[in-house]
Structure formats: C-alpha cells, structure tokens
C-alpha cells in the first residue's frame, strides 16, 4: 500500500487543505492519506481554535486516512524543528511521498535552491548569525542569508512562509531519508496571513478572525467543509468556546508573576533577560493583545514571543527542550484513523523501528510527560466538569471512522 504524508495544522480543517489533501493524493498515486498535525499548541504559539481531537476527525471525514500528532515539542518550534520532528515521523511510518503547499508549485525550484544553499552553506550561515548578533529575529537574518547567497532565478523565493517551510521539508527529506519522494501543489487563491475571507478558498487565519467576531456565518461556511463545520459548532456547544489567546491571559500573567525570575529564566525561550521584561510588562497589561504590544521588540516578534509563553503556560524547560529536540521523534502516535488507516498499520507496524501509539500509558517517556502537561494547559479554560473529562480523553482511542 503506497501512502504519501501531508505535514497540517488544521486550524481548522478548510476548503484549501481539502483540495491540498485530494490533489497531494491523485499527484503521489497514494492509496493512504497520512497527515502529521500539530496538537493542541500551533507552530506561532497560538491554542488552535478546537482541540486535536475534533481537528483530526474533522480531517478524517474529508479524506485523510490516518492522523498523526506532532509532539509538542516539534510544534511550538520554529521551522526547521517542526519540519524535523514531521519529517522523520513520517519516514519512521514508512511514506513514499511527501507533499506540501507552497507559493511555488515547483518542486524541481526547492530541489535547485538547497543544491545552491549547500554550496553556500558558509556565507549563509555567517551571515545568519551576524544579524542575529545585531538583534535581528531569526526569519529576517535568514532572509538576510538568502540574499547573500545569491539564489538562482530558477529557485524559489523564500520571502514566502510556505515556501520557508516547504524549503525545510526538503531540506529534512533530503538529510534524513532522501528515499521519500518530495513534492508539492501550489496553494490556490489566498495567502497564509490574509486577514478577511474572499471566496470559497480563504486562510485558515482569516477563516478564524471570522469565527471569533462573528460566530458560524455564511462567509465561514462557504470556506469550511461541513465536516468541520459540524465538529467546530460540537465543540462549542459542549466545550463553550472557541480557543483564543486572551482566555489565558490571567492564567499566564498568574505563572509569571508568581515564578522567581530564576525559574522563570529555566523555562524554553525565555533568554537574556526576557523573564525581568516579562514580569514587568505584564503588571501592566488589561489583556493579552495588550500585552503583546508592549512586549515585541525588533529581537523578539510576536510568533517568538508566543511560543516563549507556550512554554511558561506548559512549564517546559530549556533542558528538556534540547535533550528532545536534538534527537528523533521516540513515538509516532495515531490520533484518527479510517479502514484503510487500521489497513496500512497492519502492514507496516512490523517494520517501524520505533513504538507505535495509540494511547499515551503504552510508554513512558518525558516527550510524554510534556504532552500531558500540553493538554492540561490548554484545557485549563475551560469549566471544570468539562476540563477533567477532556484531559482524561488524552488517554482514551484515537477517532475511528
């Protein structure tokens, strides 16, 4: 059974995904759909809207066969480790084929851009970590990179964020396991930042700015498939809410004002004196986006800040992050899967050379521990009846369908 792997946040599951995952199936000749999904954290450090659970059923009633979790750890990380931690899961379940959406559509201009980049791995990187010494976030100085190598106008252009992290899915690949074939279709119609909703294809951003002014309204549904309609109005009415950052504001501004600034300094992303300007700054913030204003600085964008308070919400320290992130993925875990799913594990479990899951009390590990400590956070907003019933689910079956 031939299985090609798409690498999603579902934020939530709309039409561009749809014809990403239907078009990623036809151009790999794939029997077996498998996306790798980011749980209940995103790679900006944002709470996806729903949690993993309604997001992977909503993908596996629109054709995905088997939906994986990306740790944490992988996910609330800036490109080349969130493409790291997908790839080599991916590979470790046995893909053929990788697909991805980019701004580009051409695979053969990734393929000419990172042969040109590893001739030029020493300007690059040189000139990477000059404008970092000079308070430049890491997008800008690599950005800066790329301009000091010269790209070859057959390559692409990698100003665009899908085309970063198509750049670093390559990248991955081609490091890791260079068996699995790369590939990619050109997003249709909308940018990954569009803010407001133009046709029946529109941003996974614009889709939820829509959805928390207005609630489920008809510009939303003719960009959403209806099985994500159905699992984005369930969760609602049982959850009572859509996930946003404001929720947890009092939660956030409790952990940083009560941690001393040493341990407030162990947690991932909190360097040189970030922790003394957190705790105060957030004194004297109403609310998160208040917050966020005054916090960002040229060295510190709102994406790197968010993932910073990721990790303060969810106690990860800068230890664990490391020892996690310089080695592989120790698990791939199944969050949903369809007949063909179930299918494609019978045939391949046998050959992967590390465990599969599919609850997390079948191993015990520290990348697991921080899962756990993941699902509490997020789920800490909500009312308490429903709280314990959903960090308990984190133990329970992945969705079948």
């Known amino acids: 059974m031939k299985a090609c792997g798409v690498i999603v946040e579902y934020n939530p599951f709309h039409n561009g995904h749809l014809y990403h995952l239907e078009r990623s199936k036809e151009t790999a000749e794939a029997d077996c759909m498998i996306a790798i999904m980011s749980g209940n954290f995103l790679q900006r450090g944002e709470p996806a809207i729903i949690d993993k659970w309604h997001r992977a059923e909503a993908a596996l009633k629109s054709g995905a066969d088997l939906v994986l979790e990306l740790p944490y750890i992988y996910a609330v990380e800036h490109s080349d480790y969130f493409s790291q931690g997908a790839v080599q899961a991916l590979s470790e379940i046995g893909v053929e084929s990788i ?4 701004e580009s559509g051409d695979i053969q ?7 040109h980049l590893e001739q030029h791995a020493g300007l690059y990187d040189e000139t990477v970590r000059k404008h970092l010494n ?7 100085a690599s950005r800066f990179g790329y301009q000091a190598v010269e790209l ?5 252009d990698l100003a665009q964020p899908n085309n970063i992290l198509g750049y670093s899915y390559v990248k991955q690949i081609l490091a890791y396991n260079n068996q699995i074939r790369p590939l990619t279709i050109k997003r249709e119609k909308n940018h990954y930042h569009d803010e407001t909703i133009e046709g029946n294809i529109a941003s996974a951003t614009s889709i939820r700015k829509e959805l ?11 960009s959403i498939p209806e099985a994500t309609r159905d699992q984005l109005l369930l969760y609602k009415e049982n959850k009572g809410m859509w ?23 162990s947690i991932q992303g909190v360097d040189e004196g970030l922790e003394h300007r957190l705790q ?9 986006q208040q917050f966020m204003e005054k916090l960002k600085t040229k060295r510190y964008t709102w994406t790197r800040l968010q993932r910073t308070l990721v990790h303060i919400l969810t106690g990860t320290e800068k230890q664990d992050a490391q020892l996690l992130l310089n ?31 599919t609850q997390p009390q079948q191993m015990n590990h520290l990348m697991l521990d921080i899962e756990e400590r993941a699902a509490i956070a997020y789920y800490s907003v909500l009312e308490a009846s429903v709280r314990n019933a959903m960090i308990k689910r984190e133990y329970g079956a992945p969705v079948q369908h």
């Open 134 to 140: 000079q308070g430049y976030s890491f997008p800008e």
């Open 212 to 222: 928390l002014a207005d609630g489920m309204n008809l510009l939303v549904q003719d």
């Open 99 to 102: 697909c991805f959406g980019s």
């Open 327 to 357: 080695q592989p993925p120790p698990y791939v875990r199944v969050l949903a899967m369809s007949d063909t799913g179930k299918d494609y594990l019978r045939s391949t479990k046998k050959q992967m050379g590390i465990p599969l899951l």
């Open 152 to 156: 070859p106008t057959n390559s692409i």
């Open 280 to 288: 105060r700054i957030i004194k004297e913030s109403e609310n998160f």
């Open 109 to 115: 201009a990734f393929l000419s851009a990172h042969d």
């Open 243 to 265: 996930h946003e950052w404001n929720q947890y504001f009092s939660l956030l501004q409790h952990k940083i004002l009560t941690l001393k600034p040493k341990d407030l300094r």
